[in-house]
């Protein structure tokens, strides 16, 4: 892994967690989330969940 996929990596985790939890409190006054809201978190939790197997399959040496 160079330095350029450590970096995008760790990018994408930070903007996922960001993301997530600007959702969570945005939404935080609300009973319930709206399917774009939804959608949005899925797509922040999969930016964070992608790199972390992305990194640890490239630590490993599998990927």
Known sequence: MNIWELYLNIGLIVV???????LLVRNKKKKEL???DKNLFCL???FCAG???NMLL???GIW
């Open 16 to 22: 996922g967690y960001v993301g997530m939890g600007i």
């Open 34 to 36: 709206s399917v774009w």
């Open 44 to 46: 922040a939790f999969s």
């Open 51 to 53: 790199s972390m197997v």
């Open 58 to 60: 490239k630590a490993s």
